[in-house]
Antibody, heavy 120, light 110 residues
Framework: QVHMQESGPGLVRPSETLSLTCTVS?????????WGWIRQPPGKGLVWIGS???????YYNPSLTSRATISVDTSKNQFSLKLSSVIAADTAVYYC?????????????WGQGTLVTVSS | QSALTQPASVSGSPGQSITISCTGT?????????VSWYQQHPGKAPKVMIY???NRPSGVSNRFSGSKSGNTASLTISGLQAEDEADYYC??????????FGTGTKVTLL
């Protein structure tokens, strides 16, 4: 069974960079699938941020592509998200998820999510 | 990106059946058989209950079933139980760079 767990600071100051890591167990990232990030602002819907393949190929939501960077560390079976120049609107629960599609559609496994608050 | 439309809440008595709708367009729900449904309990990871419109992953109760007609997908929960109280989301592949998710439905027992 695939298990995914997000980790990172729960509080980030405005204009700084949000950094999260997803640790995957029960499945090797090198075996395939696309590994991505999805967020949900309080009281709002789910928004796909971007995905990465084990080779390093990335795909981003056009609305976030200038600020988001996703990387992968296959030796640790982890992938990470960096979101630069954060503002209050970036406050959300951030989920990592696995998908068979490069655009992150219909993910089949998710982490439980981590709340990141952007505030001074 | 436009979200798929779901009712905000659906309720039913124990043992009853309920259906949650998920309405999109011909570019997502209507155009592909890649629709998934997720169950999410508070503080927990979303869990796939249905994939590819009507397929159940192993371990998911057969009380959960999915279907699609035109641009609307549906999730039916039969024999409603207390453990079914949760939020439910749909998701669809879409012919663009971004996937699309539903607005979410809270299922409550009367």
């Amino acid at each position: 069974q695939v298990h995914m767990q997000e980790s990172g600071p729960g509080l980030v100051r405005p204009s700084e960079t949000l950094s999260l890591t997803c640790t995957v167990s029960g499945y090797s990232i090198r075996s395939g699938y696309h590994w991505g990030w999805i967020r949900q602002p309080p009281g709002k819907g789910l928004v796909w941020i971007g995905s990465i393949y084990y080779s390093g190929s990335t795909y981003y939501n056009p609305s976030l592509t200038s600020r988001a960077t996703i990387s992968v560390d296959t030796s640790k079976n982890q992938f990470s998200l960096k979101l630069s120049s954060v503002i209050a609107a970036d406050t959300a629960v951030y989920y990592c998820a696995r998908s068979r599609f490069q655009n992150g559609a219909v993910p089949d496994f998710w982490g439980q999510g981590t709340l990141v608050t952007v505030s001074s | 990106q436009s979200a798929l439309t779901q009712p905000a809440s659906v309720s039913g008595s124990p043992g009853q059946s309920i259906t949650i709708s998920c309405t999109g367009t011909g570019s997502d729900v209507g155009g592909y058989n890649y629709v998934s449904w997720y169950q999410q309990h508070p503080g927990k990871a979303p869990k796939v209950m249905i994939y590819e419109v009507s397929n159940r992953p192993s371990g998911v109760s057969n009380r959960f079933s999915g279907s699609k007609s035109g641009n609307t997908a549906s999730l039916t929960i039969s024999g409603l139980q207390a453990e079914d109280e949760a939020d439910y989301y749909c998701s669809s592949y879409r012919s663009s760079t971004t996937p699309v998710f539903g607005t979410g439905t809270k299922v409550t027992l009367l």
